[in-house]
């Protein structure tokens, strides 16, 4: 069972620089999930099913689409979390989903009894067919494994460095290597809408690898990056996109300042996807 602490101390504990991507009473609530592996595990399986997610997301409301529904691509699925979120803020009509890890890609493909248009993938994508190691921390409880995935690294420092900052108790957690199967993009029959990358810390490699879908479709990109923002952006940048992130107390897009912005998602927007007053 988790070590008995008090609220206050581990609000204190809590590293400032820890990944909180809720607001409000939520916010609390996350930080505290991330005190111990055990609690984590917990609020993130609530999370799923009462379809909370990063308030960041927020910002798709934002974009202007050209179609009621649209199709998104979306690449570090885990086990569906971002789309069922996405689909309450813009409805949904093909989904490409792309998930390495097995244990959530079996979870992912549960996802197709709502959606009848997905289409589900377990390998993650590159600029470069290959197959790469990565990292997965876990906990034991009452002799079961339980794997966190959703802090897959592809970079073994990365990850403990990132532990470090979210955990306060970290001796339960160990690490396992893996390898996982990536793959040059494949061609999508129907134009994307809305592009979304979370692998911790391969964003640049498939960004570069969707070129000639950037070129075809001009989609808008939502990604997680923490250390290669400056590479992406200036990559972008050259295909006539602008990087934003979303503020969530001014609840516009913002465009961003890489010198003091300590977002975790970002934003790669053409003037075509941007509404008046939003910004």
Wanted: glycine share 2%; charged share 25%; aromatic share 14%.
């Amino acid at each position: 069972m988790p070590n008995k602490v008090s609220v206050k101390k581990i609000d204190s504990e809590i590293n400032k620089d820890a990944d909180i991507t809720l607001t409000g009473l939520l916010s609390y609530i996350e930080r505290l999930s991330r005190s111990h592996p055990y609690l984590y595990y917990i609020a993130r399986k609530v999370a799923f099913h009462l379809n909370i997610f990063e308030k960041e997301f927020d910002g798709v409301s934002k974009i202007n689409f050209s179609k009621k529904k649209i199709n998104l691509l979306d690449i570090g699925s885990s086990d569906g979390i971002a789309i069922k979120y996405i689909n309450k803020i813009k409805p949904l009509k093909i989904i490409y989903a792309f998930e390495p890890n097995k244990l959530y890609f079996n979870q992912l493909v549960k996802l197709k009894n709502k959606f009848n248009h997905m289409h589900c993938y377990n390998f993650g994508l590159s600029n470069i067919n290959k197959s790469h190691t990565v990292f997965v921390p876990y906990f034991k409880f009452l002799r079961q494994i339980y794997f966190m995935t959703t802090y897959t690294f592809y970079d073994l420092v990365e990850l403990k460095k990132n532990l470090k900052t979210n955990f306060i108790f970290k001796k339960n957690i160990k690490i396992k290597k893996l390898k996982i199967k990536l793959k040059k993009a494949i061609v999508f029959n129907d134009a994307i809408d809305l592009v979304k990358i979370y692998v911790n810390g391969h964003e640049f490699s498939i960004v570069k690898g969707l070129k000639k879908l950037i070129l075809r479709d001009k989609p808008v990109f939502i990604l997680e990056e923490l250390e290669n923002i400056t590479k992406i952006q200036n990559f972008m940048n050259t295909y006539n996109y602008e990087c934003f992130y979303y503020d969530v107390k001014t609840k516009k897009l913002t465009k961003n300042n890489l010198f003091r912005n300590k977002n975790l998602n970002f934003y790669f927007l053409q003037k075509k996807h941007i509404k008046k007053n939003n910004i």
